[in-house]
């Protein structure tokens, strides 16, 4: 395994820029998340990392070597698709062995070892002698991961890998990803339009937007201290409730200096006890979601109903068109610029 660096990466395709000064370093054995809204270039960025893609600016390198104009199969990246791409028409063991025998410089022998290493680490043992059409999507995703594993790459990839299974197998392929990570000690970036996989898998989480990095960090921190509204509002589910510091000032009482937006998490907002100050808002529709509720409060100068997360049980759960107060621990309000930066 090595450390992966990108230096000022960019790509453009004719005049239009999709990627721009990407500088990310991804240490030795790192589990390395990136995030972003559809289109922001985080796909353009693996592929640049695998060599699928030509570089326009910047630099790629694993561990001290320098990368960039590699051919592929000389990096010692392995990529693994939302899409599985197997090869319907040979059997497990051979769709995991079949790029090494390509590559055609290991022994017969240490290709057979390598597969039963990676089918027996993803719990494939059983299933080597079967056709993907006799295969779950979770086994298919698994048969795809093991290809990746027998390469024993430097560096893995991972595009949104799990996207195309299930709730029920998403969960389950996310522990052992979980746990091969650990097994393996494997230098990982990996991408994902899932809050959940973002926030649990990750050692660091990259946000992208319009092809740039907005912040990295440690998932927890990113959540708690993000640098700006758009991280704020992107990690979340659902999302931060976003009021402008006029509206915002009964909630919590004084706002930072400076303060011109509030974000509040909708697990933060409460009902004020009676007769005790808070933000006016009138119940407009409950969610009950089993273990918690959703409650939409409409408030006076807001376009939108702040979204209110409780764990109350069921037969306390307030009815829509009820008038209450809403507040927020001050320590729990997050404060915004005029340019969106974080106060504080
Ligand atoms: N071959 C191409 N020619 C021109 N533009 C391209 C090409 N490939 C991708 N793009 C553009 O580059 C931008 C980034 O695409 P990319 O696939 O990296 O986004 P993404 O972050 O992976 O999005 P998603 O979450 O939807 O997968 C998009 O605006 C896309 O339209
Ligand atoms: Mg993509």
Same mark, same amino acid.
């Given at each position: 395994?090595?450390? =992966? ?7 453009? /395709? ?6 721009? @000064? ?13 995030? $972003?809204?559809?289109?922001?270039? +985080? ?19 694993? $561990? ?19 899409? /599985? ?18 590559? $055609?410089?290991?022994? +017969? ?35 795809? !991961? ?13 595009? #949104? ?35 959940? *996989? ?6 660091? !989480? ?50 930072? #200096?400076?303060?011109? *937006? ?31 509720? =959703? ?5 006076? @100068? ?8 409780? @764990? ?33």
């Amino acid at each position: 395994m090595a450390a =992966l660096t990108l230096q000022g990466l960019g790509k453009r /395709y004719g005049a239009a820029s999709v990627v721009q @000064g990407i500088d990310l370093r991804v240490a030795d054995g790192e589990f390395m998340v990136l995030v $972003g809204p559809s289109g922001c270039g +985080k796909s353009t960025t693996l592929r640049m990392v695998a060599g699928l893609e030509d570089v326009s600016e910047g630099r790629i390198l694993i $561990g001290s070597d320098d990368v960039t104009h590699q051919a592929p199969a000389e990096r010692g990246v392995a990529m693994v698709f939302q899409s /599985y791409a197997l090869y319907p028409h040979m059997t497990v063991a051979q769709n995991m062995g079949f790029g090494l025998k390509m590559a $055609g410089q290991l022994p +017969k022998a240490e290709v057979q070892a390598r597969v039963q290493r990676a089918a027996a680490s993803l719990q494939l043992e059983a299933l080597l002698e079967r056709r993907p059409a006799q295969l779950s999507g979770g086994q298919r995703q698994r048969v795809a !991961i093991g290809r990746a594993i027998v390469r024993e790459p430097r560096v893995f990839l991972f595009d #949104e890998p799990l996207s195309n299974l299930d709730a029920a197998l998403r969960t389950q392929m996310r522990a052992e990803l979980a746990a091969l990570h650990q097994r393996l000690g494997a230098t990982i970036v990996y991408v994902t339009h899932d809050q959940v *996989e973002a926030m649990t898998l990750g050692d660091r !989480i990259a946000v992208f937007n319009a092809g740039c990095i907005e912040q990295v960090g440690a998932p927890m921190a990113l959540y708690e201290q993000p640098a700006n509204r758009f991280v704020a509002g992107f990690l979340g589910s659902p999302r931060m409730n976003f009021l402008p510091a006029a509206v915002a000032a009964p909630l919590a009482g004084r706002l930072a #200096e400076g303060t011109t *937006e509030v974000g509040v998490r909708p697990e933060h907002l409460q009902l004020a006890p009676d007769g005790a100050p808070g933000l006016p808002a009138s119940l407009m529709r409950v969610e009950n979601l089993g273990d918690l509720a =959703l409650l939409h409060w409409q408030v006076a @100068g807001l376009p939108e109903a702040l979204v209110h997360k409780t @764990g109350l049980a069921p037969a306390s759960l307030p009815v829509p068109g009820v008038q209450a107060r809403l507040r927020c621990d001050p320590a729990r309000l997050v404060c915004f610029d005029a340019r969106g930066h974080r106060l504080g």
